[in-house]
């Protein structure tokens, strides 16, 4: 039996007794909550207020605890105006931390348990001065450590009393401890530390005013209604900036991220992890994965992105959209000094340490825009992303979807701060895909006629309002010079933007007139954003940027060489309780990276254009694609059904038009289904699985019209194809169980993993065929049993991709490989559609009429572009890159050994150099200043103004 199926055991405690929250329109004073409660309830018995925190305070929500249930009790509440909703209130595990002393070489991140892939956690894991690293005493040395700013960290709680730090505004606790005191794991004491100490381990503002809300008890357990009470709290409070090293993949929990946005709205600065899931990509975390929170990544000390930060595009969009960029930011996160619970250091890994690192820095920020008069009206979430993104350092090796804008710089931040004024900027600041890597996947392929839409999902930060607008459509202009008219471009942006940020999905084509061109062709999109005045002084603001476009046209490809990639079948968490291909993998048993050639399948995307092809991606359903411009079509690992029309025009596709279909299938097995199935904490249920590694039984009605069935059974082992390539790892797949008797198969000895799993017997089966190719009279059908080989996240050593090379090859020559033998008949079953009620709602296919039967949906028609306007182009366009004109003041860094003696002489010898000892004067004054340079080990500040 696998792991995560007795952990679901061990973890549970089940109970008939349900801990809920009631949501209220609006903040309600303690007697109206009470008042609204006794109504609703007057019914029932056996229920109580939880208390808060906080009993006098208005909130927004309630905790009780009943006897009777959520679908019982939901409808006594559903009169009431004042209640917008009841929820269960969310238990959270932590991760387990290593508090102990690190060994002398930094350790890999720990591995975590499986709930911490669909559940909120801490992000560090265990294994020097910070402050130095990131040039804070730059800062101090002009009288900025934090002084005046508020910053909360939401954490496992820090001792009062704690020797490192010297200024505690306030300790508080959420949890069911009533301890403020985190005595038992450190990671909220590292965190603050990281901030905010003042002594042996320093922090990057030791006078920064720290509040210490302890969220997670000394269980490394938390609830939602904790996080609530704790947010509510920072909003009465004044915070300036709030700390959050915690994350999780699911951006569909919107009592958390609308309660985040509520925080931004206010004016907090929200700083959070993008979490420890590297170096896969499609992992990013929820809160850091939000439009309006600086979300932060992790450098080791070579300035190479972390293995261990998470990656890739944000999945909120999928897959019917491309996702935005993140992290925001990148900085140190590899073995960082901090504060311990015994009052002494240890070092810490991950990027919560990055996270207060960025924190720690934004807090000196915040105190220089608070100790200036213009400045000081000016802060806010997006003034603050916009300066740290401006300035920081764009790393050579990493792409965008690493790295963000950079490595944050603090020098140079301070640098732009000074002539910050309010703008709309948008990230990334262009669409130049002829720069690789750092714009990869686009840079990775040209454009050409006929292919499908590239869109690129841009954000906006609008630094002139909570509230913006786009109230006239951007506009597209041409550069005539450069072949600009070639590209068509469309827009689609909210007009609203709220808060602080919002979209620009920027989509790609090649004009006809572009089918035959070779070259870069280039021009820019005018987006103005109007705000409402937010201060007494200052009324509307309009800013304009110029986002300049500059990409690689080539003519289209022939059609041998273009494969289309169905990804509107695919569906993951948390749009549903879908479970991982490799049922091996123990400590992740849902799949949650979005199966998209960019995010966890990025290896075998990098391989197809290695080896010449063309890979596009289709976002709708498989009407909205011209077979004819393709010679392959690609399905890897879908778990929702296919619409009937979607059936008939694959198999037109195949046998009128010549389309090579290649399926790459997964598991599937009913019994299996309905055995896996665990306890999550979060809601405090059973879940029951929505679907397996594929939706097998669809697959088979798309492979019927040739004859071919895959099985359900699930097989897993190692075998060897092909003696030039590594033996294949065979992870959890299905098995062919009919083939057109004119087609080739490849057959090998696997163990049956159904039987393992349920009754625990390790069976070996021989001739399991894994592996058919047919050709018919135009096109071909070719299918595998199995993505894990091909899957980043798969955890398989050796990859499979020359595998999917032999079925291209197959399907362009029409021939069979050797490998191959002729079809055998086999004696496993079919399988037969396992779904629930439910699955309706998670599917883009399905839905469940007014008499409760599940039916196929309407098709959405299929998009068609709405180009944008052309204007002319003009050089002189507003260019809305901030730091272009901003930097009016810079600080440069002097060895701490350098006298004010010291400096007066070099300044004397400098001006004796120039006006009288002329060139021998000149060299010797440069080899001094060489030599004293080399002992250099601390930082001092002078300034110079800059024209």
Known sequence: MLMWFLLSLVLS??????????????????????????????????????????????????????????ATVQQSFLPSPLVRGIVPDRLIPDVPLNTSEPPPSPPAPESSSYLEYFQRRVLSVSTRGVASLVHAPALWRRGYKGSGVRVAVLDTGLPSNHPHFSHIAQTLDFTDESEPADKVIGHGTFVAGVIASSRDCLGIAPEAEIYSLKVFNSKQISHTSWFLEAFNYVLRTGIDILNLSIG??????????????????????????????????????????????????????????????????TLWESPEGYGRVKPDIVTYGTAIKGSNLKGSCRYLTGTSVSSPVVTGVVTLLVEVMKRNERLSRLTSPASVKQILMASAERLPGPNVFEQGAGKMNLVRAYEVLQGYVPQVTVSPSKIDWTDCPYMWPFCSQPLYHTALPVTINMTVVNGMGVTGSITTPPTWHPNSRTNGYLLGVSLSYNTILWPWSGYLAVSLTVKEEGAHFTGTVEGYILLTVTSPGTVEDIGEQTSTVRIPIKVNVIPTPPRS???????????????????????????????????HPHTNFNGLYKHLRGKGYFLEVLTTHLLCYD?????????????????????????????????????????????????????????????VLQGAGANVPSLNKLLSPWGVVLSDKVWTGTFELDPRHAPVDYSSGTSILAFPTAGRTFSTTLVDETSDIIQQKKVHVAEVPVMGVYHGANGSVSVFGDSSCMDNAGQTADKCYWILDMMLQMGNTKTYSPL???????????????????????????????????????LAVCPVLQEAEVRDYNDTS??????????????????????????????????????????VGGFLYMLFRMFHRKRIVLYKVKTRRRV
């Open 13 to 70: 405690f089940c109970s008939a007794d349900e801990q809920l929250i009631v949501l209220f329109t609006r903040y309600l004073s303690s007697l109206e909550r009470r008042h609204t409660l006794s109504t609703c309830l007057a019914d029932y018995t056996h229920w109580y207020t939880l208390p808060s925190p906080f009993p006098s305070a208005p909130s927004d929500f309630s905790v009780i605890y009943v006897q009777h249930g959520l």
């Open 248 to 313: 999780g993949p699911d951006f569909r929990d919107s009592l958390f991220t609308d309660k985040v946005r509520e925080l931004t709205a206010s004016g907090i600065i929200f700083i959070s992890a993008m979490g420890n899931d590297g170096p896969l990509y499609g992992t990013h975390n929820n809160p850091a994965d939000q439009l309006d929170v600086i979300g932060v990544g992790g450098l080791n000390y070579d300035d190479e992105i972390a293995d261990f930060s998470s990656r890739g595009m």
């Open 561 to 595: 060489r273009r494969i289309v990639w169905d990804q509107f079948h695919s569906i993951g968490y948390p749009y549903g309780p879908f479970p991982r291909d490799n049922l091996r993998v123990q400590n992740s048993p849902l799949d949650w990276n979005g199966d």
């Open 627 to 687: 077979a004819a411009h393709y010679g392959h079509l690609l399905i890897v690992d879908p778990e929702d059904v296919y619409h009937r029309s979607e059936l008939e025009k694959v198999a037109r596709d195949v046998d009128k038009l010549g389309i090579n279909l290649i399926v790459i299938a997964e598991w599937y097995n009913g019994p299996l289904i309905k055995h896996i199935k665990f306890y999550d904490e979060n809601t405090q249920e059973w879940v």
């Open 820 to 858: 191959l033998s002729p079809w055998k008949q086999v004696a496993f079953r079919a399988p037969k559609l396992a779904s629930t009620p439910q699955f309706a709602q998670f599917s883009r296919i399905l839905r469940v009429d007014e008499q409760g039967d599940t039916v196929y949906r309407e």
């Open 878 to 919: 507003p260019i809305g890159v901030l730091g272009v004109r901003l930097l009016s003041e810079q600080i440069d860094i002097i060895g701490p050994e350098e006298t004010e003696d010291e400096e007066q002489l070099f300044r004397i010898l400098g001006l004796l150099t120039l006006l009288s000892i002329g060139a």
